[in-house]
């Protein structure tokens, strides 16, 4: 089962005995997971994908960021560099061929906005090589953090510094495809070339595909018909 496209994300745990792993439960992931506070990284040891992460490759919290981009970027930061840095030390370590680190994190709150980004400036210092490829989640209106304009600011400021490409996403379009509406919700209406066409591959969410209908040009290939044959 384990192969080379797998082993871009995932190290193979039975190839310590000699063997190439047939069981997904061998696999675990070139991850780092940090989050500020327990709760999340608790809940994902519990759950069914328990088995992906190395423990060692875990750095937590107690108390949180609240909310606070500085708290996470200037006090946690700086607390938690060297652990941070040697995880991800470790996981570079391990690979043939390292070619980029690949952050995803959300910007609303303070954890992911501001340690996230002082991460990739460590990252950056220590290790400079590879690309540092950032999937960032967006605040949207309707965010239910009252400083994550603030927090997406000055997270922004530092990824225009020290990331060399970032998709953008936003909180509105996760909560879509958690919950599909069967209205488009507004901010999708709003989103970019690049939201749109991923809203298009997974055009198969409900949701989603709402919000695609909601664009001037026919998407499926039905409405496209139908377009043509009224001209
Ligand atoms: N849609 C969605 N939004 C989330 C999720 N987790 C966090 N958020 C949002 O992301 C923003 C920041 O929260 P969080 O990531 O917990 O902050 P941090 O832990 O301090 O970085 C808030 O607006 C949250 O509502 C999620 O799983 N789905
Ligand atoms: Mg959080």
């Known amino acids: ?31 780092v ?36 981009w500085a708290h996470g970027h200037e006090v946690y930061g700086p607390v938690h560099r060297d652990v941070l840095v040697e995880a991800v030390r470790r996981a570079a370590g391990s690979c043939d061929s390292l070619q980029c680190f690949s ?11 501001g340690l996230g980004t002082y991460l990739l400036r460590a990252v950056k210092d220590e290790l400079p090589g590879p690309h540092r490829f950032v999937t960032a989640v967006f605040p949207s209106d309707e965010d239910d953090v009252v400083t994550s304009p603030y927090n997406a600011l000055l997270a922004t400021a530092e990824l225009i510094e020290h990331a060399d490409a970032v998709p953008p996403g936003t909180r509105s379009q996760l909560v879509d495809l958690d919950h599909p509406r069967q209205t488009p919700h507004p901010h999708t209406r709003r989103c970019s070339p690049w939201t749109m066409a991923r809203l298009r591959k997974w055009s ?10 909601s664009t001037r040009r026919p998407l499926s290939r039905k409405r496209g018909v139908r377009a043509r044959s009224m001209r």
Request: aromatic share 4%; hydrophobic share 40%; proline share 1%.
């Open 1 to 31: 089962m384990f192969n080379q496209a797998l082993s871009a994300y995932f190290t193979d745990a039975d190839a310590r005995c000699g063997a190439s792993s047939q069981d997904a439960r061998a696999l675990r992931a070139r991850a």
């Open 33 to 68: 997971l940090v989050d500020m506070e327990e709760g999340v990284v608790a809940a994902a040891l519990r759950g069914p994908l328990r088995t992906l992460f190395d423990r060692r490759q875990i750095v937590t919290n107690v108390s949180g960021s609240g909310n606070n």
């Open 103 to 113: 952050v995803v994190h959300s910007l609303g709150g303070g954890t992911g906005s």
């Open 204 to 213: 198969t969410v409900r949701g989603a595909s709402a919000a695609c209908r």
